[in-house]
């Protein structure tokens, strides 16, 4: 087992089920540490029931997490296929996003290697899961955050444009913006209209509403909060105008208890699925039951976001 790419909170969670179902089932559970840099480097240790005592609360990864691009290449998986074999490692789970399973993706396509994805990622982009493991967490940290923002806005009649994580998914702003009330969200999965944005917070102004609070996804196409504050204080000179940006405290702390059980389900549920010989899937969880889909869908298909909830914002925050 690996984690990969950005960590998330219940990443160790997931470790720690997955360990524990495969001693369960009297399986030999190996740890990779550093994600594929460990497998192309031979960075494995054979993991015990104690080795993930104490883990269940905390956020990061025991197995640590890194990008690695040796495993890019053909030589790099090579490497890596031969250090699995050389140990009799027979299954691989990866925990990550749809970085690292595009890399699992290539070890069982050019080797025929056994590979299960879990969703762990605070993006919640990937198909096949209503949600990733690390994402309530980051989404509850968001909101605690923008929560206290506004405490202060309130107090100087600000506006203040809040960025957030999600280099190509608005989720975490789409989520974090309707729960604490954001008057604009701004995501790259629909346009932005800065023109639209300068009128509403206008027409807001007019009404003397002057505390507002803009939610920008990092990745949006227009660009972040730096970008977005760049105009507004050129058309909106007048309004006092702050920004933040969240940034990496929103891939840290103490998972929830959605995380947790999120993490804990998907982790015992990987195991029984290599044993009963379905893998190349990603196991995620749909309207709360177990579900498995194919990692080149769970990579390549994008969950739509939903119309109703942009409508909604806009009705909300008037
Ligand atoms: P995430 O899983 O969070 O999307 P990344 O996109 O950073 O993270 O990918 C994590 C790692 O997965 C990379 O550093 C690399 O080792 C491996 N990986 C990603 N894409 C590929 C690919 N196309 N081929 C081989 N390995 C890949
Ligand atoms: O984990 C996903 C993510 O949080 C993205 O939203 C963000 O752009 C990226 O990771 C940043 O990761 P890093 O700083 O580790 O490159």
Excluded at 91 to 99: A, E, F, M, N, R
Excluded at 116 to 141: E, M, Q, R
Excluded at 255 to 264: H, K, V
Aim: net charge negative; glycine share 12%; with cysteine.
């Amino acid at each position: 087992m690996l984690t990969s790419g950005g960590d998330a909170p219940g990443m160790n969670a997931a470790i720690r089920s997955v360990v524990r179902t495969g001693l369960y089932y009297g399986l030999e559970v190996y740890g990779i540490v550093r994600g594929y840099h460990g497998m192309v480097n031979d960075d494995i240790f054979q993991m015990e029931s104690k080795s993930v005592a104490n883990i269940i609360q905390r956020g990061g990864t025991i197995l640590k997490s890194a990008r690695c691009m040796e495993f890019f290449t053909p030589e790099g998986r090579q490497k890596a296929y031969d250090n699995l074999l050389k140990r009799g490692i027979e299954g691989l789970i990866v925990i990550g996003g749809d970085g690292s399973f595009t890399g699992a993706l290539k070890l069982s396509t050019e080797f025929g290697f056994p590979v299960i994805g879990l969703p762990g990622t605070i993006d919640k982009d990937l198909y096949g899961s209503d949600f990733t493991i690390g994402f309530d967490t980051a989404v509850n940290t968001a909101i605690d955050a923008i929560d206290k923002i506004r405490d202060t806005a309130d107090a100087h009649d600000r506006l203040f444009i809040v960025e957030v994580m999600g280099r190509h998914a608005g989720y975490l702003a789409l989520h974090s913006g309707i729960a604490t009330g954001a008057e604009n969200i701004l995501i790259p999965e629909s346009e932005t209209h800065i023109d639209d944005v300068i009128a509403s917070l206008s027409e807001k102004e007019k009404r003397k509403k002057l505390v507002n609070l803009i939610v920008v996804a990092e990745g949006d196409e227009f660009g972040g909060a730096m970008e977005v504050a760049k105009v507004v204080r050129e058309r909106l000179p007048q309004m006092d105008t702050r920004v933040s940006i969240l940034g990496h405290i929103q891939r840290g702390g103490a998972p929830t208890c959605i995380d947790r059980i999120l993490a804990s389900r998907v982790g015992f549920h990987a195991v029984e699925s290599l044993i009963q010989g379905r893998f190349n899937v990603m196991v995620g969880i749909i309207n709360d039951k177990i579900a498995y889909t194919p990692l080149e869908i769970a990579i390549r298909e994008k969950d739509k976001i939903n119309e109703d909830w942009l409508r909604m914002v806009k009705i909300l925050s008037s």
